[in-house]
C-alpha cells in the first residue's frame, strides 16, 4: 500500500472516490473542502493499492500543538473507502496514515471525527474498529435530531398548530432560485441578526462564502425560505447528501416566530420536499464538545418526529507500540526504513499547502524581487531575533562579507586589518573575511564545545585586529559575555556568524542581537531554511544596516544611483515567503531537536564515542548538528550507514588545509585538526521519532572495533 500526500493534480481521483466511496459525501469533495484552505494547513492522505485508489483521509496539521485533525473544516471527516475494501484493508489505511502523520509531520496526536452512519451509502464503519484497536479515547460527542423518513414519527400537536396559524396568516414557502445572489444577502442579513441577538455568534460562513458554495454545488445545496407576500420571515440552508438532507442555518424573524413560520417550513421538508430520502438531519443541540444540552432546542426538534444521531470526536496517541495493535508491525519495517540525516522532503511536507500558498501568492503577485514578502519577513525576523534591523541578502557568505565590506567602508579600515576567526568553522567564515579584503587570523576551539577560545583569541589581538567573528558552530552559542567584553577592552567591532543557531541565545538574548551585527543562512538544511540559497544580517546599528543595504543593491538605493562598490546579493520574494511561512515553526523544531539530543546524552554509552555537552542553559543550544567525535570516525560511521542510519562529518577537512587556503597550511592548530579528524554527525531532526532515537542510539552503543585490523 501506497500512502501519498494529496496534491491538486488528484483532485478528479479524490473526488471520483468521494463520490463512489461508501462513505463519502460532497462536503469531502475538494471544491468544498478547499473553498477555505486559506485557514488550515492541509495534510490530506490519499491509499493507493498500486493503480487502485482504496481510500483518502481529508485533514489538516496544527504544528504548534502537533495535532492532525480530520479535518478542522468540517463537521466530520473520516477515512472515505472505495465500496470492496475489507475491515483488514481499513486497518492497514488508517495504521498508514498515522505511520505517515508520525514520520512525515512529527505527529503526536489524531483527532478523528467519523461520519455517522447515516450518511454512509453501505455499512462503513471498520474505522471505528480501527480507533477501538489503538485504545482511542472518545473526547466529544454531539447529538443531532434525526427524521427516519421512511417511518417518521408523528409531530407533537404543537407544532401542528403552528403549521396551521402559518398557513391561516398567509405564509407561503419558496426555494431560492439559482444565481438570486440578492435574496441569499437578504436571508443571511436576517440570519445574522438572529444568531447575534440570541447566541452571540455570526455565521461561520459569509455571505459570499455561502454564495460561492452554491456556485460549486448548486444541486447539493439549496436555501428555503417562508414568506408573506414580498418579505421573508424564515428560512434554512439545506445540504443535499445521497440519503440525507441536512438542514442548517435556521433562523426566523420575530414576525414568523409569532406565526408559526419555522413549523410550517419544517413540515413541508419533511413531508412533501425531501420525503424520499432517507434522513432529514436538523443538526447538533449540544454545546463545550457535548456537555451541555440545550433543551429548548432539542425539544423543538423532537416535536417534528426527530431522535438522536451521535456526532462524535477521538482523539489518538500516535506512538509506534500503540498504532501497532491495529495490526502487527513488520518486525523488519522500522529497521529497514533508512534514517536519514535530514529529510527535506519532509521536512517541507509538513506545511505543502501553506508553502504551495505562498508560492502562489508572490507568482500572482507579479513582484518577485524587494518587495512587499521581504519587507515582511525583514520585519518579523529582526522582531524575532530581537534587532532594530534584518537586511535579507544572497546567502550567509555573503552576510558576512556584506556586513565587513560596510565596516570597513564606514569606519576605513585598509587591508591589514586583521579579523580573528575559529580556526574549525566551515570555510565560508574565512573566505567572507578575505572577499572583504581583510586578513584571517586562525584561532582554537575549546575541544569541550568546539566554540572560539576567547583567552587564546585575546593573545592574537595585535594594532592591527579590528574585529572577532565568534561561530555559534553546530548550534550553540558562543559565550557573549566574554566575546563582548574582550573586544570592549580592545575595541573590536563584534560580528555573529549566527548560520547555524537560529533561536538559540545567552543570557536570554537571542543570537543575531549579542555582537555588533550578525550573519545568518538560510541555506535549505538550516534550521530555518529556505528553498534555495538565502541569508540576511541583523543588526542595532542603522547606519551599518544602510550601508548592507545599499551594498547588497550594487551600492544603490535610487535605481541606476551607484554611491558605493556593491554586490548583486538579494533574497527573491519566493525564499522570503517560504520563509515567513517557516519561521512560526523554528522554536517547536529547536524545542524537539533539544529533546532528541536529550535522549542520546542519556541513552549512549560507548567508551569509544565523546558526546557533546549540553549547556545549563538548554536554551543556548538548537542542535543544528548533534556532534559526537571518535578515534575510529570512519569506522563509526561506516558502521551506522550499515545500520540504515545516515551521518555527515562536519567537517572532514580544516580551512587551514584546503588547497583554497594554502598560504595557511603552515598553521599549527592541533586542537581543530583532531575535531575535524573525530567528529561525526548524528541526525537529529526534528521529525525524528522517539523509536528513529532509540535505534540510533542502539547503534552507537553496538559499535566497536578491532584495534589490531581497524575493522568493523
Not at 19 to 36: A, C, P, Q, S, V
Not at 392 to 417: F, I, P, S
Request: charged share 25%; glycine share 6%; hydrophobic share 40%.
Amino acid at each position: 500500500m501506497q500512502v501519498i500526500q494529496y496534491t491538486a493534480q488528484y483532485k478528479e481521483a479524490w473526488d471520483t472516490l468521494v463520490r463512489t466511496g461508501k462513505n463519502g459525501t460532497f462536503l469531502l469533495e475538494r471544491d468544498f473542502m478547499d473553498y477555505h484552505a486559506d485557514r488550515f494547513q492541509d495534510c490530506s492522505l490519499m491509499m493507493w493499492d498500486d493503480e487502485t485508489l482504496l481510500g483518502v483521509l481529508p485533514a489538516n496539521w496544527v504544528a504548534e500543538t502537533r495535532t492532525v485533525y480530520s479535518h478542522q473544516g468540517l463537521t466530520y471527516g473520516s477515512l472515505v473507502m472505495a465500496r470492496e475494501v475489507t475491515a483488514r484493508q481499513v486497518l492497514e489505511m488508517m495504521q498508514q496514515a498515522c505511520l505517515w502523520f508520525m514520520d512525515f509531520l512529527g505527529a503526536e496526536r489524531l483527532v478523528y471525527k467519523p461520519t455517522p452512519y447515516i450518511y454512509h451509502a453501505m455499512p462503513a464503519d471498520e474505522d471505528l474498529y480501527a480507533l477501538f484497536r489503538v485504545g482511542a479515547r472518545l473526547t466529544a460527542r454531539s447529538i443531532s435530531s434525526t427524521v427516519l423518513l421512511s417511518d417518521p414519527l408523528r409531530m407533537r400537536k404543537l407544532r401542528l398548530r403552528g403549521v396551521a396559524k402559518a398557513l391561516d396568516n398567509g405564509l407561503y414557502i419558496e426555494r431560492m432560485t439559482e444565481n438570486d445572489w440578492a435574496t441569499l444577502q437578504e436571508y443571511w442579513h436576517i440570519l445574522s441578526d438572529v444568531l447575534v441577538n440570541y447566541h452571540q455568534v455570526r455565521p461561520v460562513h459569509t455571505a459570499e462564502e455561502m454564495q460561492l458554495l452554491m456556485t460549486r454545488f448548486p444541486q447539493q445545496i439549496k436555501v428555503f425560505l417562508v414568506r408573506r407576500e414580498d418579505r421573508i420571515l424564515a428560512g434554512c440552508v439545506v445540504f443535499i447528501t445521497k440519503r440525507v438532507a441536512h438542514i442548517q442555518y435556521i433562523a426566523t424573524n420575530q414576525e414568523g416566530r409569532e406565526e408559526g413560520a419555522l413549523d410550517l417550513l419544517f413540515k413541508h421538508l419533511i413531508t412533501e420536499r425531501f420525503k424520499q430520502m432517507d434522513y432529514l438531519d436538523f443538526g447538533i443541540s449540544t454545546e463545550e464538545h457535548g456537555q451541555v444540552l440545550n433543551e429548548g432546542l432539542i425539544f423543538q426538534k423532537e416535536g417534528f418526529g426527530a431522535r438522536g444521531v451521535c456526532y462524535d470526536w477521538y482523539e489518538v496517541e500516535l506512538h509506534r507500540e500503540v498504532v501497532a495493535q491495529m495490526l502487527p508491525l513488520e518486525e523488519q519495517t522500522t529497521a529497514a526504513r533508512p534514517i536519514k540525516f535530514l529529510d527535506l522532503q519532509r521536512m517541507t511536507a509538513r506545511q505543502g499547502s501553506e508553502i504551495r500558498g505562498a508560492v502562489e501568492r508572490v507568482l500572482k503577485s507579479g513582484w518577485y524581487l524587494l518587495g512587499e514578502e521581504t519587507r515582511r519577513f525583514e520585519q518579523d525576523f529582526a522582531s524575532y531575533v530581537g534587532v532594530e534591523h534584518c537586511v535579507l541578502c544572497g546567502n550567509g557568505l555573503e552576510a558576512l562579507t556584506l556586513v565587513l565590506r560596510a565596516q570597513k567602508q564606514l569606519k576605513g579600515w585598509d587591508n591589514e586589518a586583521e579579523v580573528i576567526v575559529p580556526a574549525n568553522t566551515f570555510i565560508a567564515t574565512i573566505l567572507a573575511i578575505r572577499e572583504a579584503g581583510l586578513r584571517p587570523v586562525l584561532c582554537e576551539p575549546r575541544l569541550t564545545d568546539y566554540l572560539i577560545d576567547v583567552d587564546q583569541a585575546e593573545t592574537l589581538v595585535t594594532p592591527h585586529t579590528v574585529a572577532i567573528v565568534p561561530v555559534h558552530l553546530y548550534g550553540r552559542a558562543c559565550n557573549m559575555t566574554a566575546v563582548c567584553e574582550m573586544a570592549r577592552r580592545h575595541g573590536l567591532f563584534v560580528l555573529e556568524d549566527a548560520a547555524q543557531a537560529h533561536g538559540a541565545s545567552w543570557a536570554g538574548v537571542k543570537v543575531g542581537a549579542l555582537g555588533d551585527a550578525a550573519g545568518f543562512s538560510f541555506y535549505p538544511g538550516k534550521n530555518l531554511g529556505a528553498l534555495s540559497d538565502a541569508g540576511c544580517v541583523t543588526t542595532h546599528d542603522a547606519v551599518l544596516a544602510d550601508m548592507v543595504r545599499k551594498m547588497s543593491n550594487y551600492g544603490s538605493t535610487t535605481k541606476y544611483v551607484h554611491e558605493v562598490v556593491g554586490m548583486n546579493s538579494r533574497t527573491d520574494e519566493l525564499q522570503a515567503a517560504v520563509l515567513g511561512v517557516k519561521l512560526p515553526l523554528l522554536d517547536g523544531d529547536n524545542a524537539r531537536r533539544r529533546e532528541v539530543a536529550r535522549r542520546y546524552l542519556e541513552g549512549i554509552d560507548n567508551p569509544l564515542v565523546t558526546l557533546p555537552a549540553m549547556p545549563k542553559d538548554e536554551r543556548q543550544h538548537v542542535f543544528y548538528v548533534f556532534p559526537v567525535r571518535c578515534g575510529y570516525r570512519d569506522q563509526l560511521q561506516e558502521w551506522l550507514r550499515r545500520e540504515g542510519i545516515e551521518t555527515i562529518i562536519h567537517y572532514p577537512t580544516p580551512p587551514h588545509r584546503q588547497p583554497a587556503l594554502k598560504d595557511y597550511a603552515g598553521a599549527i592548530l592541533p586542537i581543530t585538526e583532531q575535531i575535524h579528524r573525530e567528529i561525526l554527525s548524528l541526525p537529529v531532526s526534528p521529525l525524528l521519532t522517539d523509536a528513529d532515537v532509540a535505534r540510533v542510539v542502539a547503534a552507537v552503543n553496538g559499535f566497536n572495533v578491532n584495534p589490531l585490523t581497524s575493522n568493523l
